[in-house]
Each structure stands twice: as C-alpha cells, then as structure tokens.
C-alpha cells in the first residue's frame, strides 16, 4: 500500500468510526477519539517538556564507572519463569559485527550507537514515559522546564499510532494558528507522519523562530484534513494568570507545572484576596502537567495543612501519601474546576486531590489519564535518564492512568465552538460557582 493509499484509508477510517459512533448515539458525535489508547511521550522539544516528577541529579559515580568489563557479565533474568541468566556479552558481539561487516563501518558514530543502544533498552520497558536525553536533548529539556524555548508550543503524542496533539499550550503559535486538543497530524511539510517516530516529527516541527511549519491535520469530528501553516516562536509563557469576570468571580488558570509556577501563582492568589473574590474558577484544561513537588505546593495554597494530595505506589505495591504543606489561603472561597482531555499528569493529580477533598465540582470534559511518576537523574558527558519510579493515585486510592477523570458536570466543546470563540464550558462554571454564593 503506498503512502497516500495509507493515509486515505485512515482518513476513511476515522471518518467512518465517527459515522458509526453518530448512529448509535448523536450526543457524543463531535469526540471520536475519546477514548485514550495511546501512548503518551511527553515532547519536550516542542512544548517544553512537562513530566511528572521531580529531578534528582545522580553525580556520585564509583571511580572505576564506565571500566567495568561488561562483556563478562551475567544479568538475571527477572521475568523468565525458569530464572535464567542473560549473558550481557552478545551485546558486544553484535557490536563487533556492526564495526567488523557494516557497509558503513567507517562513517559510524559509535557516540551515537551508544545513545541508540540506551534508546532501545529503555523501549524495550514498554513503558513510554522512561527515556533517555543526550547532552542537546537535556539541555533543551532544561530549557523547555524553565519555561523558555524556540517551536510552535503543542504537546504531541501518539494515539491510535497517529501523531497527535494532547495540547497547544497557552498563548502560543500552534493554538493562535488553530491548533486543537485531538488534532490528528498527518502530514509535516508534506512529509507523512504516519510511520515516524515522536523524535523525527519533533526535529521536522522545531526550529528557528521566525521559520514556518505546515501540518496537515484533521481537527476531531472533521472528515476532511486541512493545512495548517505555523510560524514558530521562543516560547515564553506563564504558568499561572488570574483575571476578574462579572461579580469579581476570579478565573484562576494554571497553564503549567513549572519550576517557576509558585511565585505566578502566589502573585495570582494575592490578586484574589486582594479582591475579596465571591468564587474561584481553576481552569486546568490544556495543562499537560509538570513536576510533582509543584503540584503539591500549589495544593497546599488551597487545602488545610495535612491533607493527602496524592498517593505513590512503589514496585513493591508500597503506598506512601504525600500532604500538603501548608499556606492556605483558597480553601475558604467557593471553587469549581475546569478540565478537558488536555489535562493531564500534575493537572490531574491537583484535580483530584481538589475533587477528593473539598468535593469540588469538576466541569468539562474527561482527562487525559496519566497515573505516574518519572524520576530525572543526571548521567556523565552531560545526558540525562527519565525513569518511572511508582503509579499516583487519588487521595482515595483511584489509579487513573489511560481512564482518567471523569467530570461531575459533563461539558462539550463543539468544532462550532472553536471556530465561534464560544466557551460553553467556562459558562457553565460560571454558572455553577454563581449558585454557590
């Protein structure tokens, strides 16, 4: 089947999956991708990579590192109900056979084997949330963290082995060009997107600002694609804002989990008790997440001290509970809380502490679905490993990952809303905390 006879019949077969969907039940027609399947690989080089989780630098490494002859070593294999020995030394025969036969041999870049080597170790895992970063990778994956980077600011992930966009951040040119959540992309420059990796469609959608991007996608509930064309930008966006609708009801968004998310936020709250606000709107839709101490911090400004925010699950099926630490200052003042399927990890988990324990009302639409937790750990020559190291659950034990978070009040967005500039979802909030006060 060549490439364009491909990508008409997955066209066609999103086209007709919706169509059957409409048969059966008219009110969900415009969602038909809703239920999550995929993958999420978090894309650090497009959005500014936000993982759950918290960095931990592991620098201190034995004196003979990186001398060990692991050509003689013997690993035990975990999994094998006859608990057999893997013998580490056929890696180094292959190894010898790719510098000793490859046509190539003498352009290779054994820097390079080594790095691809980790790669697919850490596939080999089945779990798409681990992943290595050489030294450039880490250094953006830095930048990205801090809040700062060159692209088009949509994160990206893979659903029913299609690219697709989990959420445009913000502000940004990828949402300004009219990019949405569920956004299937199909095309990059005209190049098929369809049998290539998360990192080759970030190196073919990143670049300069000031250079321009076409992606062909189709939007959810559409049956034809359309081009889109986005010139990229440095990325610089809050991680929380706060603005004043009608009754001095404050619409507090959180549009990240970043390491500068506490002083925006703080800045924020003030504003709000300032105003002596009658209720709050936490809008978390769109947020893909960000590192865990900063969720709970953010928690802690909300909820009385000692209150569980989340609990982690270890490999040993140990659970620890993480508290808030104190601040309160919101807990007092009526809240309701927007989601949507863009919300994901960090989000989710303040979410769900919210709904938990202050039995907030959650509007919009369900969650993403991520339910752990990566640990970042420094590596030599400046490269990094991400790992996931426990499950999260809700303070009342709900493993939420690829199900997610149902809403209490179930709120579409339809394609007509989009293209109108129409928030159906904020109405209802506003409606809601309205009754509440």
Known sequence: MNEENFEEKIRQEIVGDKEKKEKENMEKNLHIFKRYSF???????????FFLGYKKGQQNHSSNSGNVPLENAIIENKTSSQNEKVDFSLFWKVWDLVKEKHIERNKLDAQKMVYGAINGMLSAT?????????????????DDIAGSFDGIGAELGIKDEILTVIAPLDGSPAQKAGIRSGDKILKIDEKSSLEITIDEAVDLI???RGTSVKLNVLHDGDQETT???????????????VEFKED????LKIIKFSDDVDVQFNSAMNKIITAKSKGIIL??????????DKSISIASRMMPKGKVVVLEENNLGEKNSLYTIGGDKLSSIPMVVLINEGSASASEILAGALKDNRGLTLI???????????QLMDLPGGSSVKITVAKWLTPKGDYIMEKGISPDIEVEMTNDDYENKRDPQL????????QNH
Do not use: C, H, W
């Open 39 to 49: 993958l999420l690989i978090v894309i650090f080089l497009l959005a500014g990579s």
């Open 126 to 142: 089945d779990d798409p949330y681990s992943s290595f970063f050489d030294p450039e990778e880490s250094k953006m994956f830095s």
């Open 206 to 208: 990143r670049g300069k």
């Open 227 to 241: 081009d889109i064309i986005v010139t990229r930008e440095t990325i610089k966006l809050d991680s929380a804002k």
């Open 248 to 251: 001095d009801i404050a619409y």
């Open 283 to 292: 809008d978390l839709r769109d947020n893909p997440g960000g590192l865990l």
């Open 364 to 374: 919009g639409e369900k969650t993403f679905g991520k339910g752990s937790v990566q």
């Open 427 to 434: 109405e209802k909030a506003m409606e809601i905390i309205n």
